[in-house]
């Protein structure tokens, strides 16, 4: 999460940490909270990760969104692709 502060700054997205039982994850949203990119490295070596990515919900099944995605061995530069695409960051 800090290298995208760092990269981009805190006023392009927001922090959703859904997972505490899971302190190897982390969400991610755009300010409107519609869009979500969720990643974790447990079990990944350095700077590799799972990514899932989840949109609004698209239909009135009760789930809370769409899968838009998900992604296994995803290094740092694809994350970030992700990240940038999915939450439609302005670079």
Not at 37 to 57: C, R, W
Not at 64 to 88: C, M, N, S
Request: net charge negative; charged share 30%; glycine share 6%.
């Amino acid at each position: 999460m800090k290298y995208f502060a760092d990269k981009f700054g805190t006023d392009k997205f927001k922090i959703k940490d859904h997972w505490d039982a899971d302190l190897h994850s982390i969400g991610l949203t755009d300010f409107s909270e519609k869009n979500l990119i969720y990643f974790s490295s447990y079990g990944k070596t350095d700077n590799v990760f799972y990514v899932a990515l989840e949109n609004p919900p698209q239909d009135n099944n009760g789930h809370p969104y769409t899968p838009a995605g998900d992604f296994d061995q995803v290094d740092l530069k694809g994350l970030e692709d992700l990240f940038i695409r999915h939450l439609r960051i302005k670079t």
